[in-house]
């Protein structure tokens, strides 16, 4: 399967749970990350994905359990801090700047500095020749890095915001709901990218509500369900209609189903 | 995809299309267009010569100065409506302090700058703190500041005017750094043309080649992205509020020792001046575009309409309505031209 598989987990969630006042977000999630590796989370609205994002990435603090990076039991207080131990999160619409070019974009927040440091000055025949051969890494040929960057499709905006994250070293990337909002066509772009970070041996976490793009690249599958784990399968022993079925809540979907039924009889 | 296949959906970048996606080429083309039309309606046969040129570049410079710094600060987001009257703020207290409290000229005008510093940071962090437009925090300034400069002038002169500061130790030569004349093929150009050419250079390295440029794109492109990229938005923000200011200080220093005084209401409405510039000059007033050389166009094209007017033989009451439609027009064929160099996506 997996080119650079490894048996610890580089990121390991402990009976991990957050409160917001007395409204219990998130209860007793135990999710281990390994790299090389695909390990998608899927939930519907509302079952805690999005509160699971932040704790991984630095946003929220855990109110219990415990983070383990490396076997090493781990607190992050800022995104920045996480980003510093090697885990990079791309969120749904916030990842790029549409009227800035590729490169300015691919390169923004870690500028490649020449000369004296402290002046700041762009390096940018660097930052152009770089950002140009790490996406076509990544598979992703463009012409010309100045374009840009709302002139490129969704599907490539979320690529190039994973080859960023890849390039800056992430060995852990955590990808929010990175096809929600795109076509058949553009969702196959990104899959495809998320591969070749898996590939390049990160272990990407991979959010999303649909359980087809889950099935197609995903290695691990935990399904949230109000705020609790309630399934996890590995890829060797799932088909995806079990994963639909667990992913619709299973015995709420029969159910449904019944009503449904009852109310079409007339 | 591979590497040696292109999309065949993606067209040719043309020179022309290049040149499309300069902010400032419109501003340009509507330069040309208006220097044209004043040379050709000129009266006096100077306009297109170098003692026109000294004209409208004497009207242009102050308005360039600051503008270029209130286009840096509209490319992030953000508006600056007090950097007119801190043009009449820095010129009245570096007067007072002259005048009234026989300070040294140099360091009255250091003192000026950082009294300037401080009011642009005020602006910038009330700002960022309270998370209210910027629109009507630097009005607010504004207007505090236009009171200030009446009722402290008034208070401290007995008139609305000050007074006597070429007795100030050290005024022949801080004149000569900012507010002399310099001969150049016998025309006589002001020395703020050069502080305003250095300052155009200076702020489009700035935006495009250092880091704090690729900063500014950013908050005022998309702040959240930008956040979350590890761009320091706020300290960005606040760094080019203080910087507008203290352009506009610098300015009303520059007034203050070219005309040897200075009324109350000096610099009021300039920063409307300022706005237009930049916005001529291709700045989106929704941030996140622009540029400094397109400021400068913006200001050179109301120094071609302040003199081309008059020479014309026109009634230069007419030039405020000249500047509207220029305004009006060339945000217009900005808009166009970026939709065009976009290619029309979106």
Known sequence: MSAKKSAD???????????????????????????????????????????LIKILSGVHKASEGEFLISGQKTEFNSPRDAMSKGIATVFQDLATVPLMSVWRNFFLGNEPKKWWKPLGILDTKFAKETAKAELLN??????????????????????????????????????????SALGVRQSGIVLKYILAARERGVAVIFITHNPHHAFLVGDHFYLLNRGRMIASFVREKVQLDELIQAMAGGAELDTLTHEISVIRQD | MTAVKTDERVQRIS?????LRRPELGALIGALVIFTVFAVVDTTGQFAQLQGAAGWTKFAAPIGIVSIFVALLMIAGEFDLSSGVMVGSAGLLL?????????????????????????????????????????IVTLATFFVLKGMNLAVTKLITGTVRVDGVDTGEGFETARSWFATKIEFGGASFQVSVIWWIGFTIFATWLLTRTTFG????????????????????????????????VAAALVGCMTLLELRGMQAGQGIGQEFYYIIAAAVGGTLLTGGAGSAIGASIGAIIMGFAAIGIPYALWDQDWVSTFLGVILFLAVLVNTWLSKQAKGARK
């Open chain 1, 138 to 179: 990544m598979g992703i040929d463009l012409r010309d890095t100045n374009q840009a960057i709302g002139t490129l499709s969704g599907g490539e905006r979320q690529a190039v915001a994973i080859a960023r994250a890849v390039y800056f070293g992430a060995n852990v990337l955590i990808l929010d709901e990175p096809t």
């Open chain 2, 95 to 135: 007067g007072n302090l002259i005048s009234e409290a026989n300070m040294g000229v140099w360091p009255a005008i250091l003192t000026t700058l950082v009294f300037a510093a401080f009011v642009g940071l005020a602006n910038g962090y009330l700002v960022i703190k309270t998370g209210l437009p910027s629109f």
């Open chain 2, 15 to 19: 020179l022309f299309t290049k040149a």
């Open chain 2, 214 to 245: 690729n900063w500014i794109f950013a908050s005022g492109g998309d702040p959240n992205a930008a956040r979350n990229a590890g761009v320091p938005v706020a300290r960005t923000k606040i760094t080019l509020f203080v910087l507008t200011s």
């Open chain 1, 9 to 51: 987990p580089i990121l390991e969630l402990k009976g991990v749970g957050k409160s917001f006042g007395n409204v219990v977000a998130l209860r007793d999630v135990d999710i281990a990350v390994f790299p090389g590796q695909v390990t998608c989370v899927l939930g519907d609205n509302g079952a805690g994905k999005s509160t």
